[in-house]
């Protein structure tokens, strides 16, 4: 059986006008040979959730400008939570302040991509991370 | 999965449809099982298939129409489908964009599924994938292709209605009259009827449907007008797929089309199952030699398949 395509969520929460740096990124996870299920800006932490159920994801990334984050990262944590979709890897960019990353990662985001990161960068971070996911489920 | 996955499957739990799908994806040994396991909870569903061309407005349609469905009361299941990249193997699959009213709505389920390489409009496990919805209990399984271009017409074995969507604009009557994609439509929608050309466009459809002569008892496919956007027109849509259902109803329609249906994936998947097992007794390295000696000119691609089978 040939392991299957790494699939990744690729969402904006909250009230962000644009999408730009999302599709930078949805785009650059496309061409590092995943299926990127997109669903654009204003989604709710249910809308997400769901989302990543019926999907069935591997990876949720979250990209969030407006410094929302504290208050919606917490409700997307809770949603998946409730859905039992705890073993999907989270990561998070746009504009999230260097103080509040800790206590994001406490959340249980894998990875805090701010600006400038390379793309090719995230993709190696997430493939190593849905590996070792993997091959914990498998073991 | 947990030996109870068939019982909370058919309760269409959406934690085991979705990993079930992503099963039937992955093919191999536990597609069959649950393929296998589930397919007499299937044939319940009425499978309706969205084509047109990219950017014809086929993920909003598909999402009003669930609509309308879901105020009847029906759960609805979506498997929307996309292009796997040729290069990297990677996809974008971007129709869930269009469908964010059916959020939040428990009797809703959307995949998206990329290609995966399969070419004709559909991926290789949509079927299964709809099979899946199915049996889980989803009364309408709509089926969209990724934009489709002349000749992609899988959807048409794999859906009992079809629905064919245009774009004002996109070509004149000679269009209108070629074969492939035009041929497959049980209804033909004029999708984004606001447009200054969508009646030009209507005309080349009726056109080209009067050219062939009248036989009866023949479903003729309607024309019809639709802003997706709006929803207009959309409630006309669905009472002539009802009207397209009675249809398939009478003179054992839906038999014959079940049968041919039958016949095109049994087909296939014995055609896929011989390749895969050509595949793992070919060797390699013999390949390579011959791809070799084809681009030095040396051998025809005839003779090497030969060589290779014989």
New interface residues.
Partial sequence: MSERPIRVLVAKPGLDGHDRGAKVVARALRDAGMEVIYTGIRQTPEMIAEAALQEDVDVVGLSILSGAHRDLFPRIVEQLKQKQLDDVVLVCGGIIPDDDIPAIKQMGFAGVFGPGTSTQDIAAFIRAQVARKRGARTA | MNSDWLERLRAGE??V???A??AV??????ARTIITALFRFTGRAHILGVTGAPGTGKSTLVNEIAKHYRRRGHRVGIVAVDP??P????????D??RM?DL??DGGV????M?T?GSLGGLAAATADAVKVLDAAGFAIVLIETVGAGQNEVDIARNAHTTLVVEAPGMGDDIQAIKAGIMEIADLLIVNKADHDAANATMAALEMNLNLKPKLENDWRPPVLKTIATTGEGVATVVEWIGKHRAYLETNRRLETRERARARAELELVVQRELMARLRRGLNGTRIEALVEQIAARQVDVYTAAEKLLG
């Fill in positions: 959406p934690r449809v979705a990993r799908i992503s994806e992955r093919g191999g040994a536990d796997t990249s290069f990297s193997g990677g996809a974008l699959l971007g869930r964009l964010q959020s939040g389920f959307i995949r998206s990329a995966r």
